[in-house]
Each structure stands twice: as structure tokens, then as C-alpha cells.
């Protein structure tokens, strides 16, 4: 079955870093754009961060550019987001996912993990 895996979330105080994976299993996704996406309690999915199948074009959003980087490694089928100078707001569960267009929007991605929960706290 295809399947992808997030790690690394945790719990972590304000301007802490953090380092999420994202291993994808039972399909190659190389092809693919891969992207992040986080969910807090009553709120609605967002949009964090995309990267390219080239491994080099990438898209974030506003709330975390400059803060968040995305990358991949195609040959591990992986991809990872390393988030410094983290805030409360950033607190929620993180996914990743995998679509074949190169986009910011959540009805283009087709596959998602079961998420990793990151706590921004004191």
C-alpha cells in the first residue's frame, strides 16, 4: 500500500527548532511535488511548503517563509521540513503529501500522511 510517515514532531519552546520527515513507502514519488501542510484544532488544513520534483523550485507560505525550508532527497524518497524560530502559532499537526502538479493548493495533492503533532510551548 502507499504510504507516507511523518517524524520528528514534538514538543518545543518559542524560537526552538524542529526537524520533520516525511518517508514515503509502496510508491515512488520522485515525479512528484511534495509538500507540507499543518492543521490546528478547529481550524481549517494550510498550506506550508512544496517542493518540486527537480528538487530546487519551492513554494511557502507567507507565515513561515524565511523561518521554514523544505527539501528533499529523491534516492530515500523522503522530504523533510526544518522549522527555526518557531512560535505558538505554529503549534498543530503537521502532514505531508504528495501531488503531481507543482502547487500551493490542497485539492491538487492526493496522498497524505497521518501527521506528527508539534507543540510550540513554555
Known amino acids: 500500500q502507499v504510504q507516507l510517515v511523518e517524524s520528528g514532531g514534538g514538543l518545543v519552546q518559542p524560537g526552538g527548532s524542529l526537524r520533520l520527515s516525511c518517508a514515503a513507502s509502496?510508491?515512488?514519488?520522485?515525479?512528484?511535488?511534495l509538500g507540507w501542510f499543518r492543521q490546528a484544532p478547529g481550524k481549517e488544513r494550510e498550506f506550508i511548503a512544496a517542493i518540486h520534483s527537480n528538487s530546487r523550485s519551492t513554494l511557502y507560505a507567507v507565515s513561515v517563509k524565511g523561518r521554514f525550508t523544505i527539501s528533499r532527497d529523491n534516492a530515500k524518497n523522503t522530504v523533510s521540513l526544518q522549522m527555526n524560530s518557531l512560535k505558538f502559532e505554529d503549534t498543530a499537526v503537521y502532514y505531508c503529501s504528495a501531488s503531481r502538479y507543482y502547487s500551493s493548493t490542497d485539492r491538487n495533492y492526493d496522498t497524505w500522511g497521518q501527521g506528527t503533532q508539534v507543540t510550540v510551548s513554555t
Open positions: 509502496g510508491r515512488t514519488f520522485t515525479t512528484y511535488t
